[in-house]
C-alpha cells in the first residue's frame, strides 16, 4: 500500500464533510497537519483529489472514485479494533447470523435478545442478506448461521435445515384498490391483479412457492415488479405498484402505508434456520437449543 491509514483516515473526513476545518475538528487535528497529510496521499496517488478552486471543498472525478473503493475500510478497522477489544474483556466466542428483513419478528428478536442475556460472552454479528446470499455465505464459510425464510426447493451441499416457525401468508393492497376495503379474500381473488414480488434470484424458494399456492388456487400470478428486498416490496404496494403476497410479520414493516388482507385458508410459510452440517461449535449449539425450545 503506497500510503497510509493517518493519510486516508483524512482524505475520509475530508470527503465525508467535504471541509478542511470540519474534518479537522472531527479528528481533533489541527487543520495544517490534516491539509499536509491529504497532499501526501494526492503526490502518492498521482492526481487531485479535492477540487478546492471554490469557497467549498468538492471531490475530483478521481477523489470520488478513490472514495468509493475505500470508504468501506476505516469502518471495518474500527470493527477488527472493537471485536479483539471484546475477545480480550472475555467474549471469546462470536457467531455470524445473516437473516431476511422478513423474518425479523418479534419471536426473532426476543430469541436474540435472550441468547445475549444468557450467553454474554458470546459476539453476535448481524447480516442483513437475501436467502440466495445467505447461502452462498454459509458455504463460504463467512457465516455461522442464517434466517433464509423458506427451505429451498433443492437440497443445498453442506447446509443442514432447522424448521423453526411458521406464519400466515397475507395480501398487502393499496389503499383505493377495491380489495383494500376487505377483511378476508380467498387467493383466487388476485387472479389478473398486477402482483409486485420478491425476485427469484434473491429467494428462489419463496418465487417458487408463490407460483405453487397460486397455481393450487387456479390462476398463474402475474408479475408486474419484483424487488430483491421484501421492504421494497412493500413501498412499491404503498406506491399503488399492484398488490403483493408476503409474510403476514411484514405488516410491522407496511405499517399504514397499504392494507393487509388476510387470505381465507391461508397458506403457511415454514421459516427455516440454515447453518453448515457437522458437529456445531459450542457457541452454535447452545443458539440452536434456544431457537427451538
Given amino acids: 500500500m503506497d500510503f497510509s491509514l493517518r493519510e486516508l483516515e483524512c482524505f475520509t473526513a475530508v470527503a465525508e464533510e467535504l471541509s478542511f476545518t470540519r474534518a479537522a475538528q472531527k479528528l481533533h487535528l ?13 503526490e502518492r496517488l498521482g492526481t487531485v483529489l479535492f477540487d478546492r478552486s471554490g469557497r467549498k471543498v468538492s471531490l475530483t472525478a478521481a477523489g470520488a472514485v478513490f472514495y ?8 471495518q478497522l474500527i470493527r477488527a479494533g472493537e471485536t ?27 430469541v436474540l435478545r435472550a441468547f445475549r442475556e444468557i450467553y454474554p460472552q458470546v459476539q453476535l454479528l448481524m447480516h442483513d442478506l437475501p436467502p440466495a446470499d ?8 463467512t457465516l455461522d448461521g442464517g434466517f433464509i425464510g423458506l427451505p429451498p426447493d433443492k437440497r443445498t451441499p453442506g447446509i443442514q435445515l432447522l424448521p423453526w416457525r411458521e ?35 434473491a429467494a428462489p424458494a419463496f418465487a417458487a412457492y408463490l407460483h405453487t399456492v397460486c397455481a393450487q388456487a387456479g390462476f398463474r ?13 412493500a413501498v412499491m404496494v404503498a406506491a399503488g405498484t399492484g398488490i403483493a403476497l408476503l409474510p403476514a410479520s411484514l405488516s410491522r414493516v407496511v405499517g399504514g402505508a397499504a392494507a393487509m388482507v388476510s387470505i381465507r385458508k391461508a ?7 440454515a447453518r453448515p452440517s457437522g458437529t456445531p461449535a459450542p457457541a452454535m449449539q447452545r443458539f440452536m437449543d434456544l431457537l427451538t425450545r
Avoid: C, Y
Fill in 84 to 110: 479483539t477489544r471484546r475477545f480480550a474483556s472475555g467474549q471469546t466466542e462470536r457467531l455470524r447470523l445473516g437473516f431476511v428483513s422478513a423474518v425479523l419478528s418479534p419471536e426473532l428478536v426476543e
Fill in 30 to 42: 489541527a487543520q495544517p497537519p490534516l491539509s499536509r497529510h491529504v497532499r501526501a496521499l494526492e
Fill in 267 to 273: 397458506p403457511k410459510i415454514s421459516h427455516v434456520f
Fill in 68 to 75: 468509493e473503493e475505500t470508504r468501506t475500510v476505516m469502518p
Fill in 167 to 201: 406464519e400466515a401468508l397475507a395480501a398487502f393492497v393499496p389503499f383505493g384498490h377495491p380489495l383494500a376495503t376487505r377483511r378476508q379474500i380467498d387467493l383466487r381473488a388476485l387472479a389478473g391483479e398486477a402482483l409486485v414480488a420478491v425476485s427469484s434470484e
Fill in 221 to 233: 400470478p402475474r408479475i408486474v415488479l419484483q424487488s430483491p428486498r421484501a421492504q421494497a416490496v
Fill in 134 to 141: 445467505q447461502l452462498a455465505a454459509l458455504q463460504r464459510g
